[in-house]
């Protein structure tokens, strides 16, 4: 079991690699298009229900905002029931550019499960939801 967290953190810089190749063109860096998609997917969301859904710290969440704000991709609008929190949107250059980060997302998920029959890319998927589903439960606690 000692290679489970290599092999993931393996699989996680491979697929880095391909988004920044993938998407370098279009202005965002290898980690932002998780906010694209989350922003795209939940237009409104506050910066602390993005973090805590992306697992990241409130520090990076406003970095890697301040960034895309700077770039034209979102925007950030006070809560008008509480003034202190910011909520964000996609700009329409976001939005153009959601279908693009999917097919860069479904294009790498088929080149990695090429090789495995579609019985078993279900049952690897199974299975890591299960894994996944243990990790978010043995970090609630640190969340919090």
Not at 38 to 50: A, D, R, T, V
Not at 115 to 138: F, H, N, T, Y
């Amino acid at each position: 079991m000692d290679s489970l967290m290599k092999h993931i953190k393996r699989i996680s810089r491979c697929f880095t690699l391909y988004r920044e190749d993938k998407l370098k063109d279009k202005g965002i860096n290898g980690y932002q298009h998780t906010y694209i998609l989350k922003i795209y997917q939940n237009p409104g969301i506050s910066q602390e229900q993005l973090a805590n859904m992306i697992f990241v710290d409130k520090s990076n969440v406003t970095r890697q905002l301040s960034a895309l704000e700077q770039n034209g991709f979102i925007e950030r609008i006070p809560n008008t029931d509480d003034q202190r929190q910011l909520l964000v949107f996609p700009t329409e250059k976001a939005k153009d550019l959601y279908p693009l980060v999917c097919d860069t997302i479904r294009e790498w998920n088929k080149s990695i499960l090429s090789g495995l029959s579609p019985d078993e890319q279900k049952q690897l998927i199974s299975l890591l939801d299960k894994v996944a589903a243990q990790a978010i439960k043995a970090t609630e606690v640190i969340q919090k």
